[in-house]
């Protein structure tokens, strides 16, 4: 089983984290250090790479990329609801 992908970044001042895991297909979004919510993730997060299982290093950064750019849409929704 692969481990699961996690990111963060600094947005507006604040810690966001998300957690990528294949197997339930879900971000997990973290908020400071604490749980904030669970969302899907969009259907070709990443595409035939998920399944072929590359380990080069070329893979993972665009993994990463990949969650990562969720986050900031995630983000910057969130934000405009509030």
Request: hydrophobic share 45%; net charge negative.
């Amino acid at each position: 089983m692969k481990t699961p992908i996690r990111v963060g970044a600094h947005i507006e001042g604040v810690h966001w984290v998300a957690e990528y895991t294949a197997a339930t297909h879900a971000i997990r979004v973290f908020r400071e250090g604490r749980e904030f919510e669970t969302i899907a993730a969009p259907r070709a997060l990443l595409g035939e790479e998920d399944e072929a299982g590359s380990a080069s290093d070329e893979a993972s950064r665009a993994e990463d990329a990949a969650v990562l750019a969720v986050l900031r849409q995630y983000v910057a929704e969130h934000d405009a609801a509030e």
